[in-house]
């Protein structure tokens, strides 16, 4: 984890936070982990590429071990997860407020952006008198800022 970055750092406590809240066990795997899947925020890394770092720490840690507290992760909402053509992949959740929100995903530089949480999804969707309990809206496409670096 970026120790400088206020921003990591934020999310880093925050899903802290909601480790110590659950029935999960504070410990130091699970905060590397944490802390490494904080770095994770706008962009997907594969599930491998986490076993891998972990590994990298902790030879002796079982891939079974290491794939479950993801799957705590996933299920207590610190990080989002995808599978695309049978690679699992994992991102920390970008904002602990909104949970039901889409991505916009940029083909050009691979950054994810967040799209609006409930009442703006209800309205994009014409749905304004429904109620969401899960939501997995993808959109892909090239960012503004690679917009703007295509036409400069």
Do not use: W
């Amino acid at each position: 984890m970026n120790k400088g970055n206020t921003k990591m750092n934020q999310k880093y406590q925050e899903g802290l936070d909601i480790i110590k809240k659950s029935k999960l066990k504070i410990t130091k795997k699970r905060l590397t982990l944490l802390a490494y899947l904080a770095d994770f925020s706008e962009e997907y890394v594969s599930v491998t590429s986490v076993n891998s770092y972990m590994h990298s720490i902790y030879p002796t840690a079982s891939h079974n071990t290491i794939y479950n507290n993801i799957k705590e992760f996933v299920s207590l909402g610190i990080i989002e997860q995808r599978n695309k053509d049978g690679k699992l992949s994992v991102k920390y959740q970008c904002d602990f407020n909104q949970i039901h929100h889409g991505h916009f995903f940029c083909n050009q530089c691979n950054r994810v952006i967040k799209i609006s949480g409930d009442t703006a999804l209800n309205k994009l969707l014409g749905m304004n008198n429904f109620e969401f309990s899960e939501v997995h809206l993808e959109v892909f496409g090239t960012c503004d800022q690679c917009m703007k670096n295509k036409n400069s």
